[in-house]
């Protein structure tokens, strides 16, 4: 071999075949008729050893789609146009390294078709026959119910957010909902109601719930500051906000129906007034309550049964609003609202009340309440508990835990006896009110939707959102039994004031906001003490 031929550069073909090339000044016409030779059995030729014209003129045509960046582009081809993309690549091979990236991109697509697939069984299999439509972006994948017609679509708008939902299906639908991520077509309490069937029969907690529990339980731990912490962050928001839609008391607890045609005024005024019946308020005597919202059942108490009320709260807003509508209706020196918190309670009472303040406590500190209400009460007292409560012992929703009622926790009926129980307290009546509070939810969604735009105004869509899902959601638990609403009637062993039967309860129900306390005076039984 001549010193030319030695020191010429070579170009190895992939048989590995050996071409050398004599002359640097050879033409371009030889070099592209022996890489044609080693390659063209190949079907693939390289661009970089082609000219940009020559390149161009091989070319031929252009692909279906422009592509400026092929790589990227052929990850994102859609298995709807494959057929011509491909048909289009036999007449225009790839290089070798495009044609490993298009292999790799077309593998990818199929992952992720696969991984659809399997995140929509999840969904299948947690579902059941759930009369709900799921739908994965435009309707690439959907899982509709068999057996009935669907009351609602659900759309989940990615992949992310699929994978989201079946990590933490609560938690992962609430976020998803309040950014946007998910929208439901159709009746969303409907909706949300099916669901929590499903979620009832298919009740299996795991890991990552069991950590963010245990999490948000530290976090959101109902000390002095901390209750403070977690009640400013519900009960404090804009009183304009809150008016929107409770009624014209701003009562924010289970409103009682005397029948389902009652307004949303008329069921709250009951409530306060059933309330009062239990506990068999007498003119003069004293009652603390713990936990008092805008007053409303202080002032009740007041105005209609003449006792003196000290209200204890611990949001501040609140607190101002109630003592300024006190001194609008004259009740001032009847009514003293204290912006403390319920441990701090001091002083002697015939009577302790609390409505919608349990659930605020957590279990860890029933035993502490319960030694308040033993201090406070005379010899003779007796009380009542009115709050959330479940059939058995579950920690409260995770996403209304983080979004909406931090710290807050709904026990079991036993589990709210250990406040009594330690201290020798009698029960002496029991009521379970959820459907009732089923329908004041129906009636604050109602509201709350027709100001929907105001709220907007205010918080922006994401906020709406959020309370929509939570108003609705809560509905849904009271319809389904998720959720019980516990009325618990309690007295000091020595207390002489118990009622032959429950009539006295009901028969005012038919005078209420009619001059009721003059009208059943002659019908109500007296107190006698049952022995037994």
Known sequence: MNRAGRNSPRIVARNKAVLPISNRQSSLQSRKINLLKTNGDRGFYSPTRLSFLERKRRAGSSPPKRIKNRAKSEAELKLGGLKEYMSWRIVHPLSRTETSRGLGAMSTLLRSASIEKWLMKKIHHWLGETPVRVILGKGEEQVAPAAAAPVASVIVRNRRTLAKLVLNPEVGFGDAYAKGLIEVEGNLPAALEAICRAMSKNHRSNPYSRLVSRWLDRAQANTLRGSR????????????????????????????????????????????????????????????????????????????????????????????????????????????????????????????????????????????????????????????????????????????????????????????????????????????????????????????????????????????????????????????????????????????????????????????????????????????????
Request: proline letters at 4%; hydrophobic letters at 40%.
């Open 229 to 532: 912490k977690n009640i400013h962050h519900h009960y404090d928001l804009r009183l304009d906000f809150y008016k929107l839609w409770l009624d014209s008391q701003l009562v924010y607890t289970c409103a009682y129906f005397p029948s389902p045609s009652a307004t949303l005024e008329e069921a709250q005024f009951a409530k306060l007034d059933l309330v009062c019946r239990k506990l068999k308020l007498q003119p003069g005597e004293s009652v603390v309550e713990a936990g008092c919202g805008w007053g409303a059942l202080a002032l009740h108490m007041a105005k209609h049964y003449g006792v003196n009320v000290k209200a204890f709260n611990i949001s501040h807003e609140q607190i101002l609003y109630a003592r300024r509508r006190a001194e609008e209706e004259g009740l001032g020196h009847q009514v003293e609202f204290i912006e403390d918190d319920y441990r701090n309670i001091s002083g002697r009472f015939d009577v302790f009340v609390s409505v919608g303040m349990l659930e605020h406590v957590g279990a860890e500190h029933y035993e502490e309440l319960g030694r308040v209400i033993d201090r406070t009460l005379d010899d003779s007292g007796r009380g009542l508990l009115h709050f959330i409560g479940r059939n058995q012992p579950r920690p409260f929703s995770l996403w209304t835990r983080k979004h909406i009622f931090p710290g807050a926790y709904a026990p079991s009926l036993r589990q709210a006896f250990e406040v009594l129980e330690p201290w020798d307290f009698s029960v002496l009546d029991v009521e379970n009110l959820r459907l009732h509070y089923a329908k004041t939810l129906e009636h604050w969604l109602s509201r709350f939707e027709k100001s929907a735009g105001r709220v907007s105004e205010m918080f922006g869509g994401q906020f709406v959102r959020m309370w929509r899902l939570y108003l609705a959601g809560s509905m849904a638990s009271f319809r389904t039994g998720a959720l019980q609403l516990f009325q618990i009637v309690f007295a000091r062993p020595n207390c002489r004031r118990i009622p032959w039967t429950r009539a006295y309860l009901y028969a005012k129900e038919k005078f209420i906001g009619e001059n009721a306390e003059d009208r059943l005076a002659e019908q109500e039984p007296a107190w006698i003490r049952v022995m037994s």
